[in-house]
């Protein structure tokens, strides 16, 4: 679990000291300045999402504090600010949480008090990333991907796509990780009748129960700490059109059992509210569990799996459908070539090759990760076996076509790509580590284990 990191600016070295020493022992990392010059110096220099809150003296012999609040809030506008004042400078704590302090704490402080107003800020700030992410993926524009295939196996399902699309029934997609649910849900939504109403998805599995039930039904003002304005839910944004619901078989019974009165009565009623609204959504859940177990073991109410299941459409994964890896893979290579503009247009044979001989256990999701760090990898207008990851996993040895040079080591091959990568990067050893699909502590390893020479 990530530790939380706190800045502490404060003149008076014993506060810094006695400050350190209490929050480590609650687990944070704890960063000191004894002045408002070198913490905004450390703010200027340092990574924006290196630090989560401020703890900040309103009085500094360097820089006046309300000085230094204006700067912080200008290099970091999201970093909770909590304010430290003696007795005779209350007002100009007042004056910075008028300018967008969380809170201030009054010296000399109880240690319950100053760990419960952090513990609040901390808290409330997590919500609000939450809540903007999840604003933000909502305002992007949903378009209907292209699907692509080839394969009988998958036309047929694409044929039965189309088929219920035109009805109101509300639909469960079955399948593993990475076979392509959502894209399914949206040509559900864009081949029926509701095409020019909103298609909004969410993840039951990302969300805590709270925040679900939040974003689902949204909330009225003062429902709950930190809820200081009412929100609409994806109940009500969605009225009218699809609601795609993934990983449904994650959702808890308590949310289960509210989400079977929506499709029951139409109506919801919002978080702290005791007013219902109307709901005239059509649902499409996926999930890659076996529900009719999960009624069968009490985790799955069986009223709504029944109500979901009115129709189900079985996706099979990628490694029954070998016909649509070589479709797939052309359409990414042109996805990430024009993304990265590079001229990237072609799979070599033994590569091609690789790809159709791999089981794919992440399915297509783990297929465009893969075309994706071979156009990276790319040196030519041409994919090799080289700049294809899957070497490491594949069992079967896989022979290169006649008259074509046989494959380096395994070994070779995994320190040219390294070596590549971080000569690409100027020699970034955490963006060679992101390109390259490991960690930071991996590739040190690896540098080590294959002797390669970074230049100072």
Request: net charge neutral.
């Amino acid at each position: 679990m990530r530790q939380e990191k706190i800045l502490i600016c404060d003149d008076e070295e014993g506060i810094l000291i006695y400050l350190k020493k209490l929050l480590q022992t609650q687990g944070y990392q704890v960063e000191t300045f004894n002045g408002g010059a070198a913490l905004l110096r450390r703010l200027k220099e340092g990574d924006p999402s290196d630090a989560d809150l401020l703890l900040q003296d309103v009085r500094m012999p360097d820089m006046d504090g309300i000085a230094v609040l204006k700067e912080v809030k200008a290099l970091r506008p999201s970093l909770p600010i909590v304010i430290m004042t003696a007795f005779g400078t209350i007002d100009a704590a007042v004056e910075a949480i008028k300018m967008g302090a969380y809170d201030y704490v009054t010296k000399p402080f109880p240690k319950e008090k100053i760990l419960s107003v952090l513990k609040n800020a901390l808290e409330k700030e997590q919500l609000l990333q939450e809540n903007r992410a999840l604003k933000s993926e909502l305002e992007k524009p949903i378009l209907q991907e292209s699907i692509i295939f080839r394969s009988a196996a998958f036309q047929e399902i694409y044929d039965l796509t189309l088929q219920v699309a035109a009805s109101e029934a509300n639909i469960l997609v079955l399948g593993e990780s990475g076979t392509g649910k959502e894209l399914i849900a949206g040509a559900i939504h864009y081949n029926s009748l509701r095409r020019d109403r909103r298609f909004l998805s969410i993840n039951c599995a990302a969300l805590t129960d709270t925040l679900l039930e939040s974003q689902l039904f949204g909330h009225v003002r003062g429902a709950f700490t930190g809820a200081v304005a009412a929100q609409k839910g994806l109940l009500e944004e969605a009225d009218g059109g699809t609601l795609f619901m993934d990983e449904i078989g994650d959702m808890t019974l308590p949310i289960q059992a509210k989400l079977l009165r929506v499709i029951q009565e139409r109506d919801f009623i919002p978080v702290g509210s005791t007013r219902p609204k109307s709901a005239d959504i059509r649902f499409v859940a996926a999930t890659n569990k076996n529900l009719e177990q999960e009624v069968q073991e009490g985790r799955f109410r069986e009223d709504l799996f029944y109500r979901l299941n009115v129709i189900n459409i079985p996706l099979p994964p990628l490694r029954e459908r070998k016909d649509d890896v070589e479709p797939l893979a052309l359409h990414f290579l042109k996805k990430y070539s024009l993304k990265m503009k590079k001229q990237v247009t072609t799979l070599a044979p033994e590569a091609l090759q690789l790809l159709c001989g791999y089981d794919w256990p992440g399915n297509i999701r783990e297929l465009e990760n893969v075309i994706e760090r071979a156009v990276i990898l790319a040196r030519t207008q041409t994919v090799t076996a080289k700049e294809l990851p899957i070497w490491r996993k594949q069992p079967q040895k896989v022979e290169a076509p006649r008259g074509e040079a046989q494959f380096v080591s395994l070994e070779n091959v995994e320190k040219e790509a390294i070596e590549r990568t971080l000569s690409g990067t100027g020699y970034h050893k955490s963006r060679s580590a992101e390109i390259l699909g490991i960690s930071r502590k991996t590739l040190d390893r690896k540098i080590v284990e294959y002797r390669i020479t970074i230049p100072s």
